[in-house]
């Protein structure tokens, strides 16, 4: 009886395991036809075109859905995408129905043989969205999908197709950038780093965090602080840096008036950097950026990073690197000037060229 049981047990277990195997395939299945609109971001007060995207094995001929859009974001425009349907093909249906917008695609076609829509893949419409001036971003909600198939027998048109999809909307305000592609430093060297702002909206404040890599660190600048200002900054808008800990600092830029930065491109503010004990390479990294609006609305903003590139210090000041300056200094020197040589050993005046220059002045040191 025990095995008996065993048997009837393993071969019960066999069973579901195929029963749900069967289950599973033909849910994949059914979810092979997808109708979609993918994440995107918006600019407040702006219009933005998106793709509906059907994805369809099965040949589609006629589709409705609902539309459900968040808050501060409405739709002003619905459009074929002549690739896969076109006015003689479909015709577009769009009415509000409490709450929400019933899209439809209706097929045209005199022989239904000749209705699916074509290619089976890909964007057949677009909807263009109008975000208000508040708007801080959202969900779209697709839902009710109907899908028939018009080429087949009447009791086989019912197409499987996904019964909801979400999609998420962003803001986009503009981007931050650092002006130069990266920073050389030697080890005791300073740079002033610029930080450009793009942006879409009128911002009135920021807020970042900056992380500095080791080996570097903030000094004072012009002006005795870690930091210079720029005309695009008004005269009341102050800038503050604070530390945190394992080299982050809070960054804040705003004013108590409120004031909007202005323009809407260029170089924003730039950081005083010193290298202190730098012994390679590294990134200086702005992130969890917020801009903020004078209605006190804040927008996220990517995070951006700066390579830093440690240039390492010779052992002595003179070409041969054998702490003396004599003929062999002005001979090594001689060489790098005519084979190219950029080594900064040679760069003996300190401009940055290996030069006839540097000859001269290697000569003044070794007879002088």
Do not use: C
């Amino acid at each position: 009886m025990n095995i008996s049981t065993t048997k009837h047990n393993g071969f019960m277990s066999r069973f579901a395991a195929i029963a749900a195997l069967l289950v599973f395939s033909l849910v994949a299945l059914a979810q092979e036809n997808v109708l979609k609109i993918a994440d995107f971001k918006v600019i407040p007060g702006a219009t933005a075109t998106v793709e509906v995207v059907l994805d369809n094995p099965t040949p589609v001929s006629s589709l409705q859905f609902d539309v459900q859009m968040p808050e501060g974001l409405t739709i002003v425009g619905f459009n074929r995408v002549t690739s896969r349907i076109t006015r003689s093909s479909h015709t577009l249906m769009n009415a509000e129905l409490n709450g929400k917008n019933r899209m439809g695609f209706l097929s045209n076609a005199t022989d239904m043989s000749q209705s699916a829509i074509k290619l089976n893949s890909g964007a057949f419409a677009t909807i263009e969205v109008k975000a208000d001036a508040t708007f801080a971003g959202g969900e779209i909600k697709i839902s009710d999908i109907v899908a028939s198939n018009g080429t087949v027998e009447i009791d086989e048109n019912e197409v499987d197709i996904n019964e909801t999809w979400k999609t998420k909307v962003g803001i986009f305000v503009g981007t931050l950038s650092f002006v130069d592609e990266e920073v050389a430093l030697k080890d005791g060297e300073t740079a002033v780093v610029g930080i450009n702002l793009d942006n879409k909206i009128n911002i009135s404040a920021i807020q970042a965090t900056i992380s500095l890599p080791e080996g570097v660190e903030f000094t004072e600048g012009t002006e005795g602080e870690w930091f210079e200002y720029t005309n695009r900054l008004p005269a009341n808008t102050t800038i503050t840096i604070k530390p945190l800990t394992n080299g982050k600092y809070q960054l804040l830029i705003g004013s108590l008036t409120n004031d909007d930065f202005e323009g809407f491109a260029g170089e924003l503010f730039a950081l005083n950097l010193k290298a202190k004990g730098l012994k390679a390479d590294g990134e200086v990294v702005i992130s969890n950026i917020k801009g903020t609006n004078v209605n006190g609305i804040s927008y996220e903003i990517d995070d951006i990073a700066l390579p830093v590139k440690y240039v390492s210090v010779p052992a002595y000041d003179d070409p041969t690197q054998d702490g003396l300056w004599n003929v062999n200094d002005i001979d090594a020197v001689i060489n790098a000037v005519l084979s190219g040589l950029g080594d900064t050993i040679y760069d003996v005046d300190g401009n940055g060229k290996v030069t006839i220059d540097d000859v001269d002045e290697t000569i003044k040191k070794v007879f002088n």
